[in-house]
């Protein structure tokens, strides 16, 4: 624990400027990001007396081990890297609302020739039209069904239109009236994008336009005795109108605006938001967070701003947007807003009518969030701490281990040995640090020595780092990477975790003490009966099979073993879709492909001549030659024989691997064995 003093910077030293601050830990992370009007006022906040701290606070600032600034111009600026350092670095001590899903979209993908409408989860892409969030994925899908009566857009993924665009034939909607079939020419790309542009333009909530066009066609059908269509367009309008009443009105203007809403205590705090357009709630999503110093509701809105719109262009940014409280100061998140719209956005507190109403009925979902999070964290964050006490306990550790690191070996039968890393903090994963490796020192089957390795050249790599860090120089810092953040294995652990017994957790000790490395503590968990093995220990320690601390180990080990045993399956495809034309340099797939659907397999290529070759289009003489003597060097395997009659099978024809590569159907069988 570090004494704040021992960094505090002199007051001459701090400009009284706008300006965004790191604190760093000792291992140069950085662990808080905030913005600041005067720099020199803020940061004296945080080196007062540690009992008047909030107890995040304080945890930060003696976790921390220098800070620095960077000046700005203005307080926009301020905002806009303060955001961008956030998602950088992701600081553990900064307000991040983290939500456990993807919200799902309604997308319809108005950059491709023929526009598709489907459901889309995660980031945004360029030339899609996005509406909603919505809270569940089966409500676009029951919206969608009810408007492709009246706007048949395509709704097909890539395979299934280029295949009937293939045999001329349309897929079940199109049979059904519910696509157009582009696929096979029924109407024109222009015809299919203007179908688009009306779907776009119906769910953007400007309905009024087309419920009372279908009306008029449904009055001069009637009129003109074709009551068959006029039954199809009668039909249409209540689609419309019913999936018009999956979204009731809630503000008669049709008014575009999202509406957030905060619930808080001193600890954490839950934000809502509804998404309104055309006056109709079309989404609604909620974050809940950690509030890591005082901080008022003003500011919280402040990052649920960031955080909501700082990945936003154009009309994704509303021209209206109504919170509980507002930022102190305003100007700087409005013109902010402003600029990631392009227009002008209202910022204000709602005071009256239907849009106070309609805030009243966030704020309740907001508490009702709050409420649920509480009753489930408060289990899980018990549980964590506990399984962390018992682990420290268990291993006479002198705290708990906050960063947990454990290593798995994977090969098969001595083939692509590979090791894995994986990290659990606070006893959460922390997917960002895991690590791959390949055993290089030997070869075969020897899962100590894989170990002993791996472990090495992890700790070598953390040990170079420290000395680039100028730990070890005199007294002076310097930063690992230009933009400031530790290189990838610059960050220790508390504890190393192996999967395996005795052997593997003496390779991994006597790895560490070559290293000189006393500090981190070693630990192996035995998969026959779950026993946690120590260094130079003749007997395991047994946890009892309700602790939670062996419960957090054994996730920890089957991580690392998922994540070991992934790697090792994707080494072992990628060698069984090996071909001799790998081999040969500057030959690449569209060629390999034109080859092989010249001369049906490799063994008819391998028995060409090299005129035969050059008949092939983009391959010259020079190129031929070079395949004829990478097949002659590369000797044919074995053939295959049929266990059952004794007949010697033929080579058939190669197919092209996913990535283009050559799969012959003896590489096929093969895998297909390996794997069962």
Known sequence: MADPSSYRPKPGEIPDTPGVYRFRDEHRRVIYVGKAKSLRQRLANYFQDLAGLHPRTRTMVTTAASVEWTVVSTEVEALQLEYSWIKEFDPRFNVKYRDDKSYPY?????????PRVQVMRGHKRKGVRYFGPYGHAWAIRDTVDLLLRVFPVRTCSAGVFKNAARTGRPCLLGYIGKCSAPCVGRVSAEEHRELAEEFCDFTAGRTGTYIRRLEKQMTEAAEAMEYERAGRLRDDIEALKKAMEKNAVVLADATDADLIAVAEDELEAAVQIFHVRGGRVRGQRGWVTDKVEEITTGALVEHALQQLYGEERGDSVPKEVLVPALPDPVEPVQE???G?????VSLRVPQRGDKKALMETVQRNALQALALHKTKRASDLTTRSRALEEIAEALDLDSAPLR?????????????VVASMVVFEDGLQRKSEYRRFQIKGFEGQDDVRSMHEVITRRFRRYLAEKEKTGEWADGENTL??????????AYPPQLVVVDGGQPQVAAARKALDELGIDDIAVCGLAKRLEEVWLPEEDDPVVLPRTSEGLYLLQRVRDEAHRFAITYQRTKRAKRFRASPLDDVPGLGDSRKQALLK???S???????TIDEI???????????????VALAQAAPAAPAVNTATGEIMEEEPATMGSGGEPVTTGARDERRGQET
């Open 598 to 600: 010249h001369f049906g």
């Open 336 to 338: 902010w807003l402003a």
């Open 480 to 489: 690992t990477e230009e933009d400031g953040r530790p290189k990838r294995f």
């Open 602 to 608: 490799l063994k008819k290529l391998r028995s060409a």
């Open 614 to 628: 050059c008949e092939v289009p983009g391959i010259g003489r020079k190129t031929a030659e070079t395949i004829a």
């Open 106 to 114: 309604l997308a319809v993908t108005m950059n491709e020739e023929f």
């Open 340 to 344: 990631r719209r392009g227009a002008g």
């Open 404 to 416: 947990i690191e454990c290593y798995d070996i994977s090969h098969l039968q001595g083939d692509d």
